[in-house]
């Protein structure tokens, strides 16, 4: 069944935030453009710019939701992220695009479109690189460590889990390199682009993209119409900020399944736990949505690459329909 | 005056290309995830996908196009370049859109939503960074050699220039670095994802982008059904190549203004030059437009950015419709 088609206003894209940085003292370098082509001399000192964001809009002729909703990607990732799935079935932008908001896929500081700057110039150190086995035993929770192997037919994933394991590389193949050394520069690019929606924006964020979320809306609550956070690596200090600041701004966590068999989450969970109970302690809306907890297993760390990834979409329109920001039904 | 909508099926990306390669004996790291948060242990040894390009598409309801059109950025650029102009108006990606092409912008492998391998393990050498000097001076040729200067004030552009350079600056952060070492790697992601259009598809490329769609149309040309090629920066040797296999692919060459005014393009058109002769030689359909000949002087290498960016653009599409390929009117 065909599904009915979109009104789009506009297609469109920007760059935000960054700034000219001078490349000094690099030797001449030459430089072959083109195959079977001339080599050129370059000077590879002088100004670029550096610290930019990239944001994709996608802007419906008739939306229905009162603000438009900006996606922002976990590390080492891209807004190719909220696209189609690794196994070919439509992600989250085209869910919320045809529940009638606008989108806003960013590609952070450092990563996709956004384009990155020099090592040890600009940045002081080098990137990581995404591996196989990271991917499948920690960050993404496929399978429980030392479940990972290059051969597919001897990987072990996790009992029940919803990823489509069979298209592991498609999903890797949407890896970036990443920085341990850029979140300030990053924050400052996402502040930016909500100094850019005068109506305000909902924030969806995913992995590393909670703590830029999370602390955007405490740097710009009167912009923020609410947080939702998919399985958040990080979250503002408590003592350093100030929760009381969002009572007007509507927090949703959510969480997939094995969160207590992989290092990292084991250890990263604390501290978004912290900020829950400061942002609750301070009377603001939060919802703690813990999928295991609500019956729903199986889910890695890629929630909206799960097979279940429309229902748990579903939920989180539900959540804001529930708070008037998902416009008419 | 509001636009019509336009009625889209889907929105999209896939990765094309890439192998798992294997980075071995680096030592181990730690990492920050998230501001505030643990310091997790990094091995930063294992397999990693290299060599995958990004795709991202747009499928009409309705096109009216035969096939869709798939747009290749130029060196150092990413799909970016189609879309929004530095100045905010619509881009290409939009124009033909609305004249009823499906669209598929690529990131071209080492680039942007494509990802990037690290060096000297996986690429032999390290990327080249774009300077404002070399933008501005010498590939994008928006002034003289000797004619930029970072005070915006006392840039020099070429007397008629049609490139907006109050939105220099916005250009220069559309760029990502580029490595000399990927044309093998990247030719080979534009062939498979050809392989993946069994209708075929209209190839149109900017810059870098240009030898590798006129040896994409070489390699399969019962899947290329035109090719368009912007101010491309290299062509296939005809010593080496059959231009006879093209005789079904018409091929349009479109030039901006200035070109004997730079180096990099007093050394570069010559290849394309005899490209386009032994096309001619073997009796293919070959348009050589020179808009300064044809009377359209100013533009600059950013033909899809300058301020007459749709009216290059209804050329191109005229230039199609009389080969049956843009649809009903």
């Known amino acids: 069944m065909a599904a009915t088609p979109l009104l789009v206003r506009d297609i469109g894209s920007f760059h935000v935030g960054g700034r000219i940085a001078a490349l000094t003292g690099l030797p001449l370098r030459e430089r072959l453009s083109s195959s079977g082509g001339p080599v050129h001399p370059i000077d590879p000192n002088g100004d670029i710019v550096a610290g930019q964001m990239y944001v994709q809009y996608v802007q419906l002729a008739e939306p229905k939701a009162p603000a438009p909703l900006l996606m922002w990607h976990g590390g080492g990732m891209t807004g190719a992220n909220w696209e189609t799935t690794p196994d070919g079935r439509p992600g989250w932008q085209m869910f919320f695009l045809r529940a009638g908001f606008d989108t806003y896929v960013s590609d952070a500081v450092e990563r996709g479109r956004a384009g990155w700057a020099p090592f040890p110039q600009i940045y002081p150190e080098a990137p990581y690189f995404r591996t196989a086995k990271e991917a499948w035993e920690e960050t993404f929770r496929f399978g429980p460590p030392g479940s990972w192997h290059p051969d597919p037919a001897q990987r072990r994933p996790h009992d029940g889990l919803r990823f489509p394991v069979g298209c592991f590389e498609a999903f890797l193949a949407q890896s970036v390199p990443r920085w341990g050394c850029n979140n300030d520069l990053t924050q400052r690019a996402y502040d930016a682009l909500l100094q850019r929606m005068p109506s305000g924006a909902i924030v969806l964020t995913h992995s590393q993209g909670g703590n830029f979320?999370?602390?955007?809306?405490?740097?710009?609550?009167?912009?923020?119409?609410?947080?939702?956070?998919?399985?958040?690596?990080?979250?503002?200090?408590?003592?350093?900020?100030?929760?009381?600041?969002?009572?007007?701004v509507p927090h949703l966590f959510?969480?997939?399944?094995?969160?207590?068999?992989?290092?990292?989450?084991?250890?990263?969970?604390?501290?978004?736990?912290?900020w829950r109970d400061a942002l609750s302690d301070a009377g603001c809306d939060v919802t703690w949505l813990d999928l295991p907890a609500a019956g729903i297993r199986g889910n890695s760390h890629a929630l909206m690459a799960d097979d279940n990834s429309d229902a748990i979409a579903a939920l989180v329109l539900q959540w804001l329909a529930e708070r008037h920001l998902a416009g008419a039904a």
Chains 1, 2 share one sequence.
């Open 254 to 274: 959510v969480w997939g399944d094995f969160l207590d068999r992989h290092r990292f989450w084991i250890n990263t969970r604390p501290g978004v736990q912290r």
């Open 213 to 248: 979320g999370l602390t955007a809306a405490l740097n710009a609550p009167e912009r923020v119409r609410a947080v939702v956070s998919l399985d958040p690596s990080g979250a503002p200090d408590p003592e350093a900020r100030d929760a009381g600041l969002l009572r007007d």
